[in-house]
């Protein structure tokens, strides 16, 4: 399917809820970029503000080419054992357990490292073989060197607002990597959106994303974070539960990006000349 020439990844019917593919809906070329990326197990860096679609983008990806896909959850505190694995004790007995991207180098799934260069450099580390023509994964503690199975691909996000460099990937690796960058999508498109995730009526979407886009365009704005996609559908749904524009939009958004009783205030103000 496609739509101005762009493919839109749709749920086809599906026998089973969990074989539905996720929608995505394609803002530039990132499906083909990612598409040609995957064929040649070349990792990816998926750049873009939270809340903009990259973890959709990344499962709807998976479910098209037909692959597993290992999501972790980047923080300051992970460790390399996070990823890789360690040696439990179960039942009086030492056994080594595999961690995600372990499992995901075994199965030749997508392993996708959301926010992962919030994590310290030794734990970033580990990922630096599998991401260049070595394609393997050194499991030091088991004194053994896993290759990556066919179909094996890295997949890293990151937020460029708060995290200007890649602090902690060399730049050699770096260099391996195929970058694609999401933002939020233009209006009309993401209004198709929020439609479709919130279930809402075309019009109501519309005004939603236009709040939006006035919030995020605000100049010399104290916000660390701006209104999302995923908070635009996030207020959508609460309308579809019967909460008026207003209410949803305040609890949605305006509350949610600042405890700063004037700025919540100056968005609420925002927000009214809007609805
Ligand atoms: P990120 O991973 O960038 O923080 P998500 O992928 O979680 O953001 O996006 C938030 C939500 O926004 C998704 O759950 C989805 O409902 C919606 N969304 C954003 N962009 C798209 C898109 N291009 N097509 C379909 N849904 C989208």
Redesign the pocket.
């Known amino acids: 399917m496609a739509v101005n020439g762009r493919p839109v990844i749709d749920s086809p019917a599906a026998d089973t809820p969990s074989a539905a593919a ?6 530039g070329d990132e499906v083909e970029v990612f598409r040609a990326a995957a064929r040649r197990g070349l990792p990816v860096l998926l750049k ?13 990806m998976a479910h098209e080419l037909g692959k597993e896909l290992v999501t972790v959850a980047g923080h300051e505190d992970m460790t390399s054992a996070d990823l890789v694995g360690r040696f439990l004790l179960r039942g009086g007995e030492t056994i080594w357990v595999d961690g995600p991207l372990t499992r995901a180098v075994r199965d030749g799934a997508i392993c996708y490292l ?1 926010e992962i260069v919030e994590a310290r450099q030794d734990t970033t580390v580990v990922i630096h073989p599998l991401a260049d023509h070595r394609r393997e994964l050194p499991l030091d503690r088991l004194g053994t060197t896993l290759p990556a199975a066919p179909g094996f691909q890295l997949v890293i ?1 990151y937020n460029p607002g708060y995290q200007s460099v890649l602090k902690n990937i060399k730049e050699s690796t770096r260099q391996r990597f195929v970058a694609i960058e ?1 933002d939020f ?1 233009p209006a009309d ?2 209004t198709e ?1 929020v439609a ?2 919130a279930g809402i009526d075309g019009e109501t979407a519309g005004t939603l994303v236009t709040l939006g886009r006035a919030i995020r365009s605000l100049d010399g704005s104290p916000l660390r974070e701006v209104s ?3 908070m635009l ?1 996030l207020a959508g749904g609460l309308v579809a539960e019967g909460l008026s524009l207003r209410s949803a939009v305040r609890a949605a958004v305006v509350r949610v990006l600042s405890d700063d009783p004037d700025v919540v205030r100056a968005l609420g103000e925002l927000a009214d000349a809007v609805l």
Do not use: M, N, Q, W
Not at 22 to 27: L, Q
Not at 48 to 60: I, M, N, Q, Y
């Open positions: 996720p929608f995505y809906r394609a803002v873009g503000p939270t809340g903009c679609g990259k973890t959709r983008f990344v499962e709807a959301d996000s999401l999508p498109i993401e959106i479709h995730e999302s996609t995923r559908i």
